[in-house]
């Protein structure tokens, strides 16, 4: 399943967030997510001693799985107040594969080792929703003062299509070994 991520531009309270190097929770509550200009950016909340040694590909996680991730779903609420995820994701992510030696570093480390994916949501003729990785579609990931996540895309190609439908609400989430979410927050969607 991949993923990518939009421009966000609000910011939330929530949860906090599980330690991906025994000890980084979040500092802060806020995400938020923007487009403008062509181009659109999603912001994480900081983590907290993000400048410690990153592992990834460890013997410790479950093979064939996401370790980590940084996951945007744009949507709405629905009537009962429920966020819904529409057409458009992105996301970067690291799946644990069993044939992959461990690998440690620094948090843009992790990042620059990750894949970076657009995703659509489709329905499948099972009445299923399915997601496929939009190949054609790019979204890159940095680091903000050394501890936020950001993902952006300023492909024109990429924005237009994500947020053709002018999604309100996106949902970021964060995964980390053996957590799934980590750590949650909802951001409006900022339209300038």
């Not at 099972?126 to 939009?134: E, K, V």
């Not at 799934?180 to 909802?186: E, F, G, Q």
């Amino acid at each position: 399943m991949n993923r990518h991520f939009a421009i966000l531009g609000v910011s939330l309270t929530i949860a906090v967030v599980a330690d991906p190097t025994q000890a980084a929770p979040i500092v802060s509550r806020a995400c938020s997510v923007a487009v403008e200009s062509g181009r659109f950016t999603a912001v994480f909340p900081p983590i907290a001693n993000a400048g410690k040694t990153w592992r990834w590909q460890r013997k410790d996680s479950l093979a064939d799985r996401m370790e980590y991730g940084w996951i945007v779903d744009l949507g709405r609420r629905d009537r009962a107040g429920t966020f819904v995820a529409d057409d458009y994701g992105f996301s970067t992510d690291i799946f644990r594969w069993e044939s992959r030696e461990e690998e440690h570093g620094t948090l843009a480390d992790l990042l620059a080792a990750a894949q970076y994916d657009v995703f659509r949501r489709v329905r499948k003729p099972d009445g299923q929703i399915g997601m496929t990785r939009q190949d054609d579609l790019a979204v890159q990931a940095s680091l903000r003062d050394g501890t936020r996540v950001v993902l952006s895309s300023s492909q024109h190609e990429t924005v237009t299509a994500v947020f053709a439908s002018k999604p309100k609400l996106a949902q970021l989430s964060i995964i980390l070994p053996g957590r799934y979410p980590a750590y949650r927050c909802m951001a409006t969607v900022v339209y300038r």
